[in-house]
């Protein structure tokens, strides 16, 4: 069997260990609350989950 090359395997082992999770994740998909905010008049008070995330809000210790 021939060699992968590196970007070849780290795209093979997140889909070889989860399936069909791993293959999602490895789509590139972009997500807004444009919609909620438009038709729903949705008007979130908090931060963002990446903001929530980079400032540390999900630490578990």
Do not use: W
Not at 32 to 55: D, F, M, V, Y
């Amino acid at each position: 069997m021939g060699r992968r090359s590196a970007s070849a395997a780290r795209h093979h082992q997140p889909v070889e260990r989860l399936g069909g999770f791993g293959e999602a994740l490895l789509l590139d998909q972009r997500a807004t609350g444009e919609k909620a905010r438009r038709e729903l008049g949705c008007k979130p008070s908090r931060p963002s989950a990446p903001a929530e995330i980079a400032n540390g809000g999900y630490d578990p210790s």
